[in-house]
């Protein structure tokens, strides 16, 4: 059975940094993509970063290059999602998500509808 843990939310200040967890189980990171997708009150869901483990393609939504790192332990089974420099804008509930690994390929990440399993989400709140 494919499930997603997703740990690593929580309230900082603008500037602060946090490191989402993503914990896959009931498969392996090969061959897949795994997604990080946010959404804020009254918005759609967004795609921020996904990875392709085994091409290693990795995609950045443009609002948080240079600030968000996504990353896959595949020993821990798990992806990470490093954000520094947060925003009150980045307050949203964050999830990740997985699917065939053609979903995060040539620097795109595919509409969240295209992934079939998630895991439950994260709150991340900026403010000061």
């Known amino acids: 059975q494919v499930q997603l843990m997703e740990s690593g939310g929580g309230s900082v200040q603008p500037g602060g940094s946090l490191r989402l967890s993503c914990v896959a189980s009931?498969?392996?990171?090969?061959?897949?993509?795994i997604g990080w997708f946010r959404q804020a009150p009254g918005k759609e869901r967004e795609g921020v970063s996904c990875i392709n483990v085994s091409d290693g393609d990795i995609y950045y939504a443009d609002s948080v290059k240079g600030r968000f790192t996504i990353s896959a332990d595949n020993g821990k089974n798990t992806v990470y999602l490093q954000m520094h420099n947060l925003q009150p804008e980045d307050t949203a509930v964050y999830s990740c998500?997985?699917?065939?690994?053609?979903?995060?390929?040539?620097?795109?990440?595919?509409?969240?509808?295209?992934?079939?399993?998630w895991g439950q989400g994260t709150q991340v709140t900026v403010s000061s």
């Open positions: 009931g498969f392996t990171l090969d061959y897949r993509a």
């Open positions: 998500a997985t699917g065939p690994d053609v979903l995060c390929a040539l620097g795109r990440i595919a509409t969240p509808s295209m992934y079939r399993d």
